[in-house]
């Protein structure tokens, strides 16, 4: 069974830059098959999608991040990670990272919270 | 751009009771890419439902998904305590590639 997990500094200040990783166990992070991305949710909002990559493509990225954002993977760690540029307040947020398949996320990290404040 | 709306915003029942959420398209979406997730408080969402209507490994058969077009429904058919929790559909849109979620229903105890 796979297992997704965050890390990344909780606290920004405005301006700075988001780094978050996402360290896979229990599955290969090669299998062509899946995709993995990052969403995020703001306190007591819903869901909201912001980009994902395949191992062996290009990223997509939620277009009204798209300027901001940026995901790589790593396979020799295991890893792929989000950069999220500019950070405002309206950036804070649990963040997500999750395994996909066809068109849905079918296992998700516990979730980081990220409060971008001065 | 598709917009995913769902209702109602918050469904008060007791347990044992049936429950239907409705997830609404602004246009024409293909089954095959709405799925449906279960969150409760401070926890991540989980896969309850992909294709519409095809359940997720785990599931419990008392959660059923239909529809298509534009209008999709999430049925439980008698509540447990576990199931009080929020609940959005999904979709995914292939060109250009773009996930979408809708604001969720909360199922709350009566």
């Known amino acids: 069974q796979v297992g997704l997990q965050e890390s990344g500094p909780g606290l920004l200040k405005p301006s700075q830059t988001l780094s978050l990783t996402c360290t896979v166990s229990g599955a290969s992070i090669s299998t062509g098959t899946y995709f993995w991305g990052w969403i995020r949710q703001a306190a007591g909002n819903g869901l909201e999608w912001v980009g994902r990559i395949w191992t062996s493509g290009d990223p997509d990225y939620n277009p009204s991040l798209k300027s901001r954002v940026r995901i790589l993977v790593d396979t020799s760690k295991s890893q792929f990670s989000l950069r999220l540029t500019s950070v405002t307040a309206a950036d804070t947020a649990v963040y997500y990272c999750a395994r996909g398949h066809w068109g849905m996320f079918e296992s998700w990290g516990q979730g980081t919270l990220v409060t971008v404040s001065s | 751009e598709i917009v995913l709306t769902q209702s109602p915003g918050t469904l008060s029942l007791s347990p044992g009771e049936r429950a239907t959420l409705s997830c609404r398209a602004s246009?024409?979406?293909?089954?095959?890419?709405l799925a449906w997730y279960q969150q409760k408080p401070g926890q991540a969402p989980r896969l309850l439902i992909y294709?519409?209507?095809s359940r997720a490994t785990g599931v419990p058969a008392r959660f059923s998904g239909s529809g298509s077009e534009t209008d999709f429904i999430l049925t439980i058919s008698r509540l447990e305590p576990e199931d009080f929790a929020v609940y959005y559909c999904q979709h995914y849109g292939t060109s250009p590639p773009i996930f979408t979620f809708g604001p969720g229903t909360k199922v709350d105890i009566k």
């Open positions: 294709g519409a209507s």
């Open positions: 246009q024409y979406i293909s089954s095959t890419y």
